[in-house]
C-alpha cells in the first residue's frame, strides 16, 4: 500500500429513498451527515475536512457546494467539491486522510429528484454539436451499451435478467416493504432491467489509524487499495461492450491492496448495476468472472445471498437509485459489510470487500475501492 | 494538520498557460485546455506516459453550456484510463485543483500528476446572469444578486470601516494593468490612469467598469511531482510548502447586519486560510518574509482586503501602504505583478494562475514582472460568494 497513512471508514450513513418534498435538501444533508457522525461516535468538531460529490445540474444551481458548505459544517472548515462523481469525494477525501495532514474527512453525495427532468439535466452534458440532439440521456447510453454486450457475448440477455432478479431478491430482505419500482424501458433494456431515480443522500466519516486507536472507535473498515479511472469522453471512441477504465482502476486498487485472484479473495462485492449488463461488464472488468462464465455463475447462485461471493446484497441500484450518489452508496455498503452493520441484509463473515462505483454515459467514469476488517500491510 | 517534512514535498515541475482574450474563436473548449496542457507538459519535459493522475479544474458547468462539461476534456488532458476527477469551488477552483493534485502526490498514491482546465467566459453570452444561480433561489436569488453587486457592497463597507476612497480603488487598477503590460499573457494589458478609472461608467456603485476584471477565455495547466521522483529524475521545481482551504457563510445577509458571523467588509475565511497556510510552512512573520504575492482580486477594492487577510499589514493599513507604492513591482511587498485577476479572468483556472505566476516568480522565470530576488511568494483564490477560499506558500 502507497499510503503514508492508511485511511479507515469508522461511520456511515445511507438515507432510504426520500418521497415527498417535506424536506428541503439542505435540510436532507444536514440529518445525513450528522447521522454518519452519530454512527462513528463523533461530533462535527472532530471533523477537519469535508469532500462533496455535488452536481450543479442535478441540483440545480451553480457551485452547488456554496449551498452545502452550511448543512455539511463546512463553515470555518476545509470544503472541496468533486462534481465529477460522488464517488470522487470518497477517493479525493481518503487521499487527505493517507497525507497525515488531516485526522479525519466527512465524505458526502447527494441526489435529488425534484430540481428538473434528470433526463434533460444529463443531456446538458451531451456534447452539444453532435450528441446532444440525439437525444443522449445516462440510460440511453447505458442501453447503447446493453445492446454492445448483447452482440459480442451470446447469452448476455439471460445473464442480465438473471442480474435483475437476484438483485430485486437481495432487495427484498435488504429493504423489505419498499416498492423498488421499474424505471422505463430502452431497447434492449426492458423496466423491469432498471429503476426509476429517487431521491437519496450518503455520508462516510474516514479517519486515521492513530484518530481511530485514540477515541477507541470500533468497527472500522480500512481503505486497502483505491483505484479510479475514466474512459474517452465520446461514445463513438469507445468499444462499449468492453471497460478499459475500469480494467485500469482495478489494476490500481488490486496491487495497493495485493489482492492476486480477486474472484477467490472477496467475500462481498457491491456493484453499480446502472443496469444488470453493467454489472455483467464490472464481473469481467473487476476480473470476478470471465463473459463465457457468466450464465453458469448465476444459475448456481455464486452471486446470490449464500454463494461464494454475493454481489449487491443490498439490492444494489436496482433496489434504490439516487443517481448521481448510487457510486458512493456501494462504496458506504461495502463499509458496512465489513463493519457488521450492514443489518438485514448482513454477510455473516464479510471481512474483505470490493466497492465498484460507475457513473456517466455508459459508466464513463469507474472506480474500484476495497475495504478490509484488518488494517493491512502498511507502507 | 502536522509539519510536513522536507523529503515529502510536493514540487511544481511545469507550468502552462495560454493566450487569455475576450473570445477565443480559434480554439474549442477542449482545445483551450489542450493549448495550456501542451505547454506545461513541454515545460515539465515529460511524456503523458509519466502522469498517473489528472484533477480537471472547472467552475460552474453553465459557463461552457456543458453539463459536467470536464468529460468533454478527457482526451485533451490525456486522461483515458487513467485516475481523473473534477474539482469546484467556484472561483477558487484553480487553486482548489492544485491542491487535489498535491494530495495525490502527499498521500503516496501518485508520483506526477497533472491539474488542467479552461474557460470561455467571454462567449458565455453574460456571465453576471450564470453567477447568479450560484445564489439560494428562494431568498436571494431575486434581489437580484450578482457577483458585481456582492463585492460593491463589501467596497461599500470597506469604505466605512477603514477610509477607502474611489481613488484608492482606482490606484489598484492603475497598479495592476501596468503590471500587466509587462506580462504577455494578461487580457487588459493597457495602461490607464486614474482619471480613465474615475471617468469610466458605473456598474454597481462604487465600482465602475475600469474596477472591475474582463471576462476571459482561455486555459492553464501545472504539473505537480513527489520529491523523491524530482530528485532521481534530476528535474527543476519549485515547492508548496504551505496550503489550506477554508470556506464561510454561504449567505450574505448573514456577512452584513450588526452582528455579522463574518464582515463582508473583511475576507474572515481567507485570512484563517492564510493562517493555516502560513503554519504549515513555518511563516511567523509574513509581512517580512513573502517577497510577492499573487492574491485573486476580481474587482480593485477586494485587493485590499486580500492584502489584509494575507497579513501583510495591519487590517485597513493596505490602503495608505498602496497609496505609497509598497505593492508595486519594485515595492516592498509586490502584489499581482501579473496584473491579477483584475486584468485576466478566464474562472475555471483564474486562481491555478495566481499559483502559477506565483510558482514563476520565486522560480525567477516570470519574465519582465519578475520580482527580484523573489524565493518566497504566496498565492489565493476566492470562490463561491466570496465564500471559499484557498491559499498556498510557494518557495524555490
Not at chain 1, 191 to 197: C, D, G, K, L
Not at chain 1, 198 to 208: H, P
Not at chain 1, 332 to 354: C, F
Not at chain 2, 82 to 103: C, D, E, H, Q
Amino acid at each position: 500500500m502507497p499510503y503514508k497513512v492508511q485511511p479507515g471508514v469508522v461511520g456511515t450513513a445511507i438515507r432510504p429513498a426520500i418521497a415527498g418534498n417535506a424536506r428541503s435538501l439542505e435540510e436532507i444533508i444536514y440529518e445525513t451527515g450528522q447521522a454518519a457522525l452519530a454512527d462513528a461516535g463523533l461530533t462535527i468538531d472532530d471533523i477537519d475536512g469535508i469532500v462533496v460529490g455535488a452536481n450543479d445540474q442535478f441540483d440545480g444551481r451553480a457551485i452547488s457546494v456554496m449551498m452545502a458548505s452550511g448543512p455539511t459544517g463546512g463553515v470555518d472548515r476545509d470544503i472541496l467539491s468533486t462534481p465529477s462523481a460522488g464517488e470522487h469525494a470518497f477517493t479525493m477525501g481518503a487521499l487527505r486522510v493517507a497525507s497525515g495532514h488531516y485526522r479525519t474527512q466527512l465524505v458526502m453525495a447527494w441526489s435529488p429528484t425534484e430540481a428538473s427532468s434528470l433526463s434533460e439535466a444529463q443531456r446538458l452534458g451531451a456534447d452539444p454539436y453532435y450528441h446532444r440532439a440525439l437525444p443522449l440521456d445516462e440510460l440511453s447510453a447505458h442501453a447503447l451499451q446493453a445492446g454492445a454486450i448483447e452482440a459480442k457475448v451470446p447469452g448476455a440477455r439471460q445473464a442480465a435478467l438473471a442480474v435483475a432478479a437476484k438483485n430485486r431478491a437481495h432487495a427484498a430482505i435488504a429493504c423489505p416493504g419498499s416498492a423498488h419500482p421499474a424505471g422505463i424501458a430502452r431497447w434492449p433494456l426492458s423496466a423491469e432491467m432498471t429503476s426509476a431515480p429517487v431521491s437519496g443522500c450518503v455520508a462516510l466519516i474516514l479517519a486515521n489509524a492513530n484518530f481511530i486507536a485514540e477515541r477507541g472507535l470500533k468497527n472500522t473498515a480500512w481503505v486497502r487499495g483505491m483505484g479510479w479511472a475514466t474512459e474517452a469522453s465520446f461514445l463513438g471512441d469507445r468499444a462499449l461492450a468492453d471497460a478499459p477504465a475500469l480494467r485500469a482502476a482495478a489494476e490500481q486498487a488490486y496491487a495497493e491492496a495485493a489482492i492476486t485472484a480477486p474472484a477467490a479473495q472477496f467475500d462481498v462485492v457491491e456493484i453499480t448495476d446502472a443496469t444488470p449488463y453493467a454489472e455483467l461488464l464490472a464481473y469481467d472488468a473487476l476480473s470476478l468472472c470471465a463473459p463465457q462464465d457468466w450464465s453458469t455463475h448465476l444459475s448456481d447462485g455464486s452471486f446470490a445471498r449464500g454463494g461464494r461471493m454475493p454481489v449487491n446484497l443490498s439490492g444494489g441500484v436496482l433496489a434504490n437509485n439516487p443517481v448521481f450518489c448510487t457510486g458512493l452508496i456501494r462504496i458506504a455498503e461495502i463499509a458496512n459489510q465489513v463493519r457488521g452493520k450492514a443489518g438485514a441484509h448482513q454477510h455473516p463473515d464479510a471481512r474483505l470487500g470490493l466497492a465498484h462505483a460507475g457513473s456517466g454515459f455508459a459508466m464513463q467514469y469507474q472506480a474500484a475501492i476495497v475495504l478490509g476488517a484488518e488494517q493491512g500491510a502498511r507502507a | 494538520m502536522n509539519i510536513i517534512s522536507s523529503r515529502d514535498r510536493v514540487g511544481i515541475i511545469g507550468i502552462g498557460q495560454s493566450e487569455f482574450r475576450a473570445r477565443r474563436d480559434d480554439a474549442s473548449y477542449p482545445d483551450l485546455v489542450r493549448e495550456a496542457v501542451v505547454l506545461a507538459m513541454a515545460d515539465a519535459k515529460l511524456d503523458f506516459d509519466a502522469i498517473e493522475g489528472v484533477v480537471y479544474s472547472l467552475s460552474p458547468d453553465a459557463m461552457v453550456g456543458i453539463g459536467n462539461a470536464e468529460r468533454l476534456g478527457v482526451d485533451a488532458v490525456g486522461g483515458r484510463s487513467k485516475r481523473f476527477l473534477r474539482i469546484n469551488t467556484g472561483g477558487a477552483t484553480g487553486i482548489s485543483s492544485v491542491t487535489a493534485a498535491y494530495y495525490h502526490i502527499a498521500s503516496g498514491a501518485c508520483d506526477v500528476v497533472l491539474t488542467a482546465g479552461a474557460d470561455k467566459v467571454g462567449e458565455c453570452g453574460d456571465s453576471q446572469t450564470v453567477l447568479n444561480k450560484i445564489w439560494d433561489p428562494t431568498y436571494e436569488r431575486q434581489l437580484p444578486l450578482g457577483t458585481i453587486n456582492m463585492l460593491a457592497m463589501s467596497a461599500v463597507r470597506y469604505m466605512k470601516m477603514y477610509g477607502m476612497t474611489e481613488e484608492d480603488m482606482a490606484r489598484v487598477t492603475v497598479k495592476n494593468r501596468k503590471q500587466a503590460a509587462l506580462n504577455p499573457r494578461a487580457h487588459l494589458r493597457k495602461i490607464v490612469s486614474i482619471d480613465d478609472v474615475m471617468s469610466s461608467r458605473i456598474i454597481s456603485w462604487p465600482l465602475k467598469l475600469l474596477d472591475c476584471c474582463p471576462q476571459s477565455s482561455g486555459g492553464a495547466a501545472m504539473v505537480l511531482a513527489s520529491e523523491q521522483y524530482i530528485h532521481d529524475n534530476k528535474l527543476d521545481a519549485v515547492w508548496i510548502t504551505g496550503l489550506a482551504t477554508v470556506a464561510e457563510t454561504y449567505w450574505m445577509g448573514d456577512r452584513m447586519g450588526a452582528d455579522p458571523t463574518a464582515e463582508h467588509a473583511d475576507a474572515h475565511a481567507l485570512a484563517r486560510s492564510f493562517q493555516r497556510s502560513y503554519k504549515m510552512a513555518g511563516i511567523t512573520d509574513p509581512a517580512k518574509q513573502v517577497h510577492v504575492a499573487e492574491l485573486y482580486a476580481p474587482f480593485s477594492n477586494t485587493e485590499y482586503h486580500s492584502i489584509d487577510a494575507a497579513a501583510l499589514c495591519k487590517k485597513g493599513e493596505s490602503i495608505a501602504m498602496m497609496r505609497n507604492g509598497e505593492f508595486e513591482l519594485g515595492g516592498r511587498i509586490p502584489v499581482n505583478t501579473s496584473g491579477g485577476t483584475l486584468c485576466t479572468n478566464a474562472i475555471a483556472v483564474t486562481a491555478m494562475a495566481r499559483v502559477a505566476e506565483t510558482a514563476l516568480q520565486v522560480w525567477g522565470r516570470a519574465g519582465a514582472h519578475q520580482v527580484n530576488g523573489a524565493k518566497l511568494g504566496i498565492a489565493s483564490g476566492n470562490g463561491g460568494d466570496h465564500q471559499i477560499f484557498g491559499t498556498m506558500v510557494l518557495e524555490a
